[in-house]
């Protein structure tokens, strides 16, 4: 099956910095890698998401980008505000379960 | 609108008590899931659903059942609590066609569960 790992599991920054958060897969046969922002009390939402075919996605201030060659993939944070403090999740779809396997999620901490 | 649907929201039962909590969604999903987890920590896959009569175990053990009669209703069960099921149990559906490539996967608002 799936596994997936993420890193770092805290990151602190200052208002208006870059963030980035990385994570590995081990299934090769994965084509589908979102990512998840969770405020404190509430339900993950999908906050952007990467299919295998491209290697880069940009939705304003966040970006993903994904290396299959070397299974991994990032979520690139700029101009980071303090409602950006959440927990994020990368994923992975488990192509045989058809099912998301989470990494182990990144606390994300902007300081004013 | 389409959204899914969990109640109750927080959940104070005793040990032994026989508990189900429920799940519905609007969304027109087939598959259904439910993940354990503790605030702000991992999201534990226990059960999931690839539609009607059709019910797998996750990766977590997990004492609770779950049912599939209806295409929009997922219900998990503990036949006896215990303090060792204090969690949050989120709900999920999603929807997946390979053949067009598309995925998204979302998630209902949880129920906090304190087994005293």
């Known amino acids: 099956g799936e596994n997936v790992e993420q890193h770092p599991s805290t990151l602190s920054v200052q208002e208006g910095d870059s963030a980035v958060i990385k994570c590995t897969y081990s299934d090769s046969a994965s084509n589908y890698f979102p990512w998840y922002k969770q405020e404190l009390g509430k339900r993950p939402q999908l906050i952007i998401d990467i299919r295998s075919n491209v290697g880069e996605k940009k939705d304003q201030r966040i970006a993903v980008t994904l290396n299959k060659t070397a299974k991994h993939f990032s979520l690139h944070i700029t101009e980071t505000q303090p409602e950006d403090s959440a927990v994020y999740f990368c994923a992975a779809l488990d192509t045989g379960r058809r099912a998301l396997t989470f990494g182990s999620g990144t606390r994300l901490q902007v300081q004013p | 609108e389409a959204d899914i649907y969990q109640t109750p929201r927080y959940l104070v039962i005793g040990t032994g008590k026989k508990i189900t909590l429920e799940c519905s969604q609007t969304m027109g999903h087939d598959k259904m899931y439910w993940y354990q987890q503790d605030p702000g920590m991992e999201l534990h896959l226990i059960h999931y659903s690839y539609g009607v009569n059709s019910t797998e175990k996750g990766d977590l053990s997990s004492e609770s059942t779950v049912s599939r009669i209806r295409t929009e209703h997922f219900p998990l069960t503990l036949e006896s609590a215990r303090p060792s099921h204090t969690s949050q149990y989120l709900c999920?559906?999603?929807?997946?066609?390979?053949?067009?490539?598309?995925?998204?996967?979302?998630f209902g608002p949880g129920t906090r569960l304190t087994v005293t």
């Open positions: 999920a559906s999603s929807e997946f066609q390979d053949r067009v490539g598309t995925y998204e996967q979302y």
